[in-house]
């Protein structure tokens, strides 16, 4: 038994010992829901970022956490290959691993954790574990040409399938969550409306898609009543549901001859749920650096709408590059690395958590 308790000591020794804080490569795991992702990290840059997508969920309509697991179990091992190949690494050249710890599902992130935890062990290298929405935040500190990292103090809007919050962001490990969805996440509403219009998952990019072309005024949807920075989404699925089924009533093709504008009405009112939410929480702070993080931050309504926050109301805002707004390992890795500079570090007995609460 004492050596179970004495063993992640000694590791951490070890580690501690041998730390080295500048050419510094971390191989980063994500596995938190359908994306299984790699990536390698030297210092804060992106040297590879592999995702295979799961398409498996496609024909049921959404994730099917068992099948998740499975594919993940699948996918792994050639990921990190492909990553390591990519970047051109040894795994003997890696300084440590990191690992999307939680929230996401149980049966995802327990391949993740695993894999992580067996290679590091084998390796002698630190772990390093991340909780995923502390990672789609500061993706944003991910070194890439031509971008500048927010300054602290700034608001994250993290806008996710599984998620939607607005957070305080003093620094990079201090976080607090001003306002959350009381029931749906922003992308569940996207991809759940899309359903309705018989289009296939994740609704949510095809939504935007159409949406680019349609008249955005064309039927206008409720805006939910919900007090504070919080939000809510569900009364809108239901109201869209209520449309269509009076529209189809009357005629059948209704939805495939106004595609367009439906899907640029529901992304109109979504997008405004969001801002007028925004616009409350730089009131309330005084702060106007806005970033924003998570697949939905690849909505062109979205981005649009910050652009233009920027002249109208002399808002700093930062888009997320495409490539780390949905689930990536890199944006799991640049958190590995702002952690190993401050030897924040894991033990073995770590074990990954569904609910994860961020700060
Ligand atoms: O961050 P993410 O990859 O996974 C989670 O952690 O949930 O986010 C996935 C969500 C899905 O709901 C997907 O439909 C949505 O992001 N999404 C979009 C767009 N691209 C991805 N929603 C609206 N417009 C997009 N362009
Ligand atoms: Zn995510």
């Not at 997008?271 to 690849?298: E, H, N, W």
């Not at 979205?302 to 888009?319: H, S």
Request: glycine share 8%; charged share 15%.
């Amino acid at each position: 038994m004492i050596g179970l308790y004495v063993l992640p000591l000694y590791y951490q020794f070890l580690f501690q010992t041998s730390v080295e804080h500048q050419n510094i490569y971390i191989l980063a795991i994500e596995s938190s829901c359908d994306d299984t992702s790699a990536a390698v990290l030297y210092n804060d840059k992106t040297l590879s970022n592999i995702v295979a997508t799961q398409k498996i969920h496609e024909e049921y309509g959404g994730v099917v956490p068992e099948l998740a697991s499975r594919a993940h179990q699948q996918n792994i091992v050639p990921v990190v290959h492909q990553a390591l190949a990519k970047a051109n690494i040894d795994k003997k050249q890696l300084s440590a691993i990191a690992f999307t710890r939680g929230p996401g599902l149980m049966g995802s992130l327990l391949v993740g954790t695993s894999f992580a935890k067996s290679l590091a062990l084998g390796l002698s290298i630190p772990l390093i574990e991340v909780n995923h929405m502390q990672a789609h935040i500061l993706a944003h500190f991910i070194k890439e040409e031509g971008t500048t990292p927010p300054q602290f103090p700034f608001l994250a809007m993290t806008i996710s399938g599984g998620h939607t919050q607005i957070v305080l962001v003093r620094s990079y490990f201090e976080m607090e969550i001003l306002g959350e969805t009381l029931d749906d996440a922003v992308g569940e509403a996207f991809d759940k409306s899309a359903k309705l219009l018989g289009l296939p998952y994740p609704g949510g990019p095809l939504v935007d898609a159409n949406a680019r072309k349609g008249n955005p005024l064309a039927f206008p949807f409720p805006r939910p009543k919900v007090a504070g920075l919080n939000f809510s989404f569900s009364g809108l699925k239901t109201s869209i549901l209520y449309f269509i089924q009076k529209q189809t009533a009357k005629n059948p093709d209704f939805v495939s001859e106004h595609m367009e504008d439906i899907c640029a009405s529901i992304q109109y009112t979504i997008i405004g749920i969001l801002m007028d939410k925004l616009k409350k929480a730089v009131q309330q702070t005084g702060i106007q650096q806005i970033a924003i993080g998570g697949g939905v931050s690849a909505n062109s309504g979205i981005r649009k709408a910050l652009q233009e926050a920027e002249q109208t109301l002399g808002w700093t805002t930062y888009l997320p590059k495409f490539e780390y707004c949905t689930d990536n390992a890199a944006m799991i890795g640049i958190v590995g690395y702002l952690k190993y500079k401050e030897e924040k570090f894991s033990d073995q007995a770590i074990t990954a958590k569904a609910r994860y609460i961020l700060g």
